[in-house]
């Protein structure tokens, strides 16, 4: 599979369908894989964090999540073939694994969320196998629980939702004492899955402008989005 890099990122150029098939043919393999999906935000993080940057390079997939990466990628050799983002991922995933034997892990959000989320995606996925759900707030102590309820668990899929990029140091630091095949670091998708948080509607989505829907929706997200022009300006400065 090609690869194009963006500001220091190689992504995949899987659109979604072959991305899904990948990581269910991972759940398959020995050994353990890491999947990422940055953002334009993660991309310009990652650019100032020497360990984000050094896990994106080193991750077994990393796909696109947001079409400003997709565009920045006309400046390259290779290009992108569509968005690609961690919430659709996971769930072309579930769609996937549901009547198989692999079993999936939620980590991450506030308390709560994550049972819902669990208990929506089972109905929303008759037969999906969700043999933990662990919230994401802890202190030193409950982590090395948390990291033992998952080794017994032993899930396929360990899905992290701690928000980037903790979730990528944590899985980075931590996948090889779960067992698990495969982690996915998924940001708030505990929150769209449990109904907690609307997703943009298929409009905005499909005129790649679910970033507007949310910064419209979630005010406090500004200081966050203030990276996107950042970004585009550096993708113009430096790859153009």
Not at 202 to 219: A, D, H, N, S, V
Request: hydrophobic share 40%; charged share 25%; net charge positive.
């Amino acid at each position: 599979m090609k690869k194009t890099v963006i500001l220091g990122v190689p992504f995949d150029t899987y659109t979604m369908k072959e991305a899904a098939d990948r990581v269910v043919e991972m759940l398959e393999e020995n050994g353990q894989h890491i999947i990422c999906t940055p953002n334009p935000e993660i991309v310009m993080e990652a650019r100032k964090d020497r360990e984000l940057m050094g896990i994106l390079k080193a991750a077994d997939m990393v796909t696109p999540d947001g079409v400003g990466v997709v565009w920045a990628s006309k400046y390259s050799p290779v290009t992108l073939k569509e968005r690609v983002s961690g919430y659709d991922l996971v769930l072309s995933i579930f769609e996937r694994i549901r009547a198989t034997e692999h079993t999936v892990y939620f980590f991450g959000g506030a308390p709560g969320v994550a049972d819902q989320a669990a208990e929506r995606m089972k109905a929303k996925y008759p037969g999906l196998k969700i043999v933990g759900v662990h919230n994401g707030y802890f202190n030193e102590k409950e982590e090395r629980n948390i990291i033992s309820d998952i080794k017994r668990a032993h899930p396929s899929l360990l899905l992290v939702g701690l928000g980037s990029p903790k979730q990528e140091k944590w899985i980075y630091n931590n996948l090889r004492l779960t067992g698990a095949k495969a982690a996915i670091g998924i940001g708030g998708s505990f929150d769209v899955m449990s109904g907690n948080l609307k997703r943009a509607p298929k409009i905005f989505c499909r005129l790649g402008l679910e970033w507007f829907y949310r910064l419209i929706t979630q005010p406090t997200r500004i200081k966050r989005m203030m990276k996107l022009p950042k970004f585009v300006l550096t993708v113009l400065k430096e790859m153009k």
